[in-house]
């Protein structure tokens, strides 16, 4: 028999406290300089599986949050057994498993610190191969499939095939009014929610491993089905239950538009991230603060590298505000197409590259490792290249209505002619490209249509570019209902303070 709705969610709620305060502040207390008791020392004082495999769980993400580089390869080799143990007997049929029920949050920082953990183990399995121990080498080559990418990706992908969660996102694609998916996470209970929900977040994070491995069609390929909000149905998607769920996917899926030139929904995709956690600040939770603030900054770095590239027709107000009074001096360096600053820029904001293969620790090869984590930058830089004279000409394009190519190649820099002509025809196909419809929270993420996204619109003919005034005239309406809503702020402020 199913427990009563309040009864479980009072439960849940229990569970919840316990894990995000109990846990936290246990840790802070008794364990901040040192590791938990070990899994073996806790089991004759529980001798339960199912407890044991959820402690070690959390034995092994506080050891890796402490610990970090020092962390024995046996100690990465026995959070990896866990968690293959621990994914396998969720989706089991067992019946001491079936009545496991955990919350969102919990579910998804598992699989989060579950590809966490893996990419990690990528970088320590490539880092000083030259000074690996005997013991060491034969380890990692005894059990090659520990932390390998295709076992993560295998099983990432088993928990959503076992969950079935992409048939129900595809019929609430076909019939969004039934929400289908919302009316199984509310009515199951059990195991059976649990593997919904892993099978749900296991998309995100293969979203995400995709993007580390620089795999950017198959990362956004991933998460095509989910429940990105529409105007048809009223439902809050999932993901935004957790909001470090949100920002990892929405993330993910700017910077995978980044790399591939779509540089405008990379924008909107971001942008709508960063409003919430504007709006929402006030609700963030202590021990993810921090962390928080990082995405954040990076989300706003990777989006002054897009705007650079491609001024946006539409851009926030309040984003572009801040880009403005915190980055002035970067977009400045950015407008001129410094090449350093891209690159300052980019190895902080986007996410660290990993070398997905097994490394020949007989013979490494370091220089091909080397290639391999450079080799995202380097294909973003050589766009950045190819556009390095764009800025130029497109401020002098806004200069004019017509304009001969001669006249045009004398401003820039006094280049020949030939020469401006292949510069204008590189601006034409830059800014041509995929934009998504309706904004970019609804709808398959690699679905879009062929536009331009410049500012400016022109055509050569005959020696003379064309350029068509695309000046919006100016509205007072938003600039005027901000500076109300502002005086009205402050108005309830000083009523408030004489009251």
Not at 43 to 64: C, G, I, N, S
Not at 195 to 211: I, K, N, P, T, W
């Amino acid at each position: 028999s199913q427990p009563a709705p309040l009864l479980r969610q009072q439960k849940l709620d229990d569970i919840q406290t316990c894990y995000e305060i109990k846990f936290s502040h246990i840790s802070d207390r008794y364990f901040k300089s040192q590791p938990w008791p070990h899994p073996d020392q806790v089991y004759p004082l529980v001798e339960d599986d199912v407890f044991l495999m959820l402690y070690k769980e959390l034995y092994f993400r506080h050891l890796y949050a402490k610990l970090g580089n020092t962390l024995s390869l046996e100690q990465r080799m026995e959070s990896w057994e866990n968690y293959s143990v621990l994914f396998e007997r969720i989706f089991s049929d067992e019946d001491e498993m079936q009545s496991i029920d955990l919350p969102v949050q919990w579910l998804w920082d598992m699989v989060d610190e579950y590809v966490y953990q893996f990419q990690d183990f990528c970088r320590y399995r490539t880092k000083d191969l030259k000074k690996r121990t005997p013991q060491e080498i034969e380890a990692l080559t005894a059990k090659p499939q520990v932390w390998d990418t295709m076992q993560v990706l295998s099983t990432l992908n088993k928990m959503v095939v076992q969950s079935e969660i992409n048939s129900i996102l595809q019929q609430d694609k076909v019939e969004p009014e039934a929400a289908k998916l919302h009316a199984v996470l509310n009515n199951e209970v059990g195991i059976a929610h649990v593997q919904y929900v892993l099978g749900y977040f296991s998309l995100v994070c293969m979203c995400r491993v995709h993007a580390t491995c620089g795999d950017y069609y198959t990362a956004l390929k991933a998460v095509e089905h989910l429940d990105f909000r529409s105007g048809v149905s009223d439902q809050v998607p999932v993901y935004m239950r957790v909001t470090s769920c949100y920002i990892t996917l929405y993330y993910f899926m700017g910077y995978a538009y980044m790399m591939m030139r779509r540089y405008t929904d990379a924008v909107r995709t971001m942008t709508q991230v960063v409003l919430y956690l504007n709006r929402t600040q006030h609700l963030t939770r202590p021990y993810q603060y921090e962390q928080i603030n990082k995405r954040s900054e990076q989300m706003y770095k990777l989006i002054s590298m897009c705007v650079s590239l491609c001024p946006q027709r539409q851009l926030e107000d309040s984003v572009m505000q801040h880009l403005q009074d915190k980055y002035a001096d970067q977009l400045a360096r950015l407008s001129k197409g410094e090449e350093s600053m891209y690159e300052e820029l980019f190895g902080y904001a986007a996410p660290k590259s990993i070398y997905p293969g097994l490394p020949n620790f007989a013979e490494p090869n370091t220089r091909e490792i080397t290639q391999t984590l450079t080799q995202q930058f380097n294909v973003f830089l050589s766009d950045i290249r190819q556009q390095h004279k764009l800025p130029l000409i497109r401020s002098y394009l806004k200069l004019y209505t017509t304009i001969s190519t001669a006249k045009l190649a004398a401003f820039a820099e006094s280049m020949p002619e030939d020469h401006l002509r292949a510069h204008v025809m590189c601006l034409k196909h830059k800014t041509m490209g995929l934009l998504k419809g309706g904004g970019s929270a609804s709808g398959s993420p690699l679905a879009g249509q062929v536009v331009s996204s410049s500012n400016v619109a022109f055509y050569v003919e005959k020696g003379v570019v064309h350029i068509a005034d695309t000046r919006v005239a100016p509205t007072f309406v938003h600039y005027f209902t901000k500076h109300i809503e502002k005086l009205e702020a402050q108005c309830q402020e000083l009523s408030t303070r004489s009251a």
